[in-house]
């Protein structure tokens, strides 16, 4: 495996966040187990953040670029 960061399943780690908030909320964990899920929840959470910033900022580039495309096309016209 290579050192690149892979980028998370989006809806996996949505899944997975879901799952934890109720295990969280039922209240059946131990402590030390609940702790450990709460941190793996904020993890996901941000990784969760990120992915979706990510998409954001090349959604706002396709946009851009196709917004050029348009200006050009019409000053041609």
């Given at each position: 495996?290579?050192?690149?960061?892979?980028?998370?399943?989006?809806?996996?780690?949505?899944?997975?966040?879901e799952n934890i908030v109720q295990q969280l909320e039922e209240g059946d964990l131990p402590l030390e187990k609940a702790l450990k899920q709460f941190e793996k929840g904020v993890k996901l959470s941000r990784d969760c953040q990120a992915a979706l910033r990510a998409a954001e900022q090349r959604v706002q580039v396709l946009m851009d670029g196709a917004l050029k495309d348009f200006d050009e096309e019409e000053e041609d016209g």
């Open positions: 495996m290579s050192g690149q960061k892979r980028t998370p399943d989006l809806e996996k780690s949505l899944n997975e966040l």
